[in-house]
């Protein structure tokens, strides 16, 4: 008795230590695997930070190169850069910017919550906008339906930055009704308010693709599900047409566009630099197309991973709405325990 006990006990021990180093080890070996590609291709990036900081200013000479380069460990190999980088790092100092000198955490930072503000408002809308359509088009009739259909490919045909560029020229060019530049107005009080109108635009652009392809899965997961035996048999019983939708065809049909968060997630992180070029907003992407055309090496190789950090996090939060979602997953974690 007492042995059987001791022996589920290591067993049970066993399947914690399992699910532990799974949870955590397997991000945090993603984040320190793209910290090395981070580091490496940066580093390969053509050009001299310091010799094209200093020939900008006015003041390059071999001397204060070489001074600049020692200052920033730049005369070091390329490993022990990048050791000494990753310590810094994982104190939480991501060292100073080489062009404008102030702490690269404090940049980042500000520009990430620009970034996630911009990605938060346009997810509810790809969010609303698509699976509200996907709903609509499967309930419609085959004609109206096939027809519903091809609407979703017109916004996975255009690229976000078309998309604002025509959203810009329309709304701010010509009809005058909202802005087109930066987070808040020059003049204005830059209360949430402000803030909010200057998201409207580069958020329905950024959102586009998303709620296109979300409908398109919606749309195609309801059609399925609607011709599942338990539906079948839910009209057969007299259940009302939306309380079988609500109740048992929504819940079914949601599930791949959880499956799919993290592909659009990479895509919202992906577009939001293009989008954010666009409508000169201070995110993390416009941050980083400055950081490489300014050879700003630490700004560059923060920024890039607090994107994969930010991808990682969402995506294990995806994978955990899912499993509170479909019970499936519960029950294949624990015959894999």
């Not at 808040?184 to 803030?195: A, H």
């Not at 409207?200 to 599942?228: K, N």
């Not at 949601?254 to 993290?262: E, K």
């Not at 890039?304 to 990682?312: E, S």
Request: aromatic share 8%.
């Amino acid at each position: 008795m007492i042995s059987s006990l001791r022996t589920g006990a290591r067993h049970s021990q066993r399947r914690t230590v399992r699910r532990l180093i799974l949870t955590v080890g397997t991000p945090v070996a993603t984040l320190l695997g793209a910290s090395v590609v981070v580091f490496l291709a940066i580093h390969f990036i053509p050009g001299d930070p310091t010799e094209t900081l200093l020939s900008s200013a006015g003041r390059s000479n071999p001397a204060l190169v070489a001074q600049f380069r020692a200052a920033y460990g730049l005369d070091q190999p390329i490993w022990i850069q990048y050791g000494a980088w990753l310590g810094h790092v994982l104190t939480g100092d991501f060292g100073r910017s080489v062009v404008t000198d102030e702490r690269v955490a404090d940049i980042v930072w500000a520009r990430l919550r620009a970034t996630l503000l911009l990605g938060g408002v346009a997810s509810v809308i790809a969010l609303t906008a698509g699976i509200g359509f996907g709903m609509v088009a499967s309930d419609a009739s085959d004609r109206v339906g096939s027809t519903l259909k091809g609407i979703p490919l017109i916004g996975l045909a255009f690229p976000s930055f078309a998309i604002g560029i025509a959203l810009s020229f329309v709304f701010a060019v010509k009809l005058h009704l909202l802005p087109s530049s930066g987070m808040q107005s020059p003049t204005g009080s830059g209360d949430i308010g402000d803030v909010l109108v200057h998201t409207i635009l580069p958020a329905l652009a950024l959102s586009v693709y998303p709620a296109a392809f979300t409908a398109r899965l919606v749309q195609g997961s309801m059609e399925e599900v609607e011709g599942q035996d338990f539906v079948r048999t839910a009209k057969s019983l007299g259940i009302p047409g939306w309380r079988i939708t609500v109740q048992h065809v929504f819940p079914n049909a949601v599930l791949p566009v959880i499956t799919n968060g993290a592909v659009l997630i990479g895509y919202m992180l992906t577009a939001a630099v293009f989008v954010e070029q666009v409508f000169n907003w201070p995110g993390i992407g416009s941050m980083m197309v400055n950081a490489v055309l300014t050879r700003d090496y630490p700004l560059l190789e923060a920024g890039a991973l607090v994107v994969a950090l930010v991808y990682v996090v969402l995506s294990l939060g995806v994978d955990f709405l899912y499993g509170r979602v479909d019970p499936r997953v519960k029950v294949r974690k624990r015959q894999l325990a």
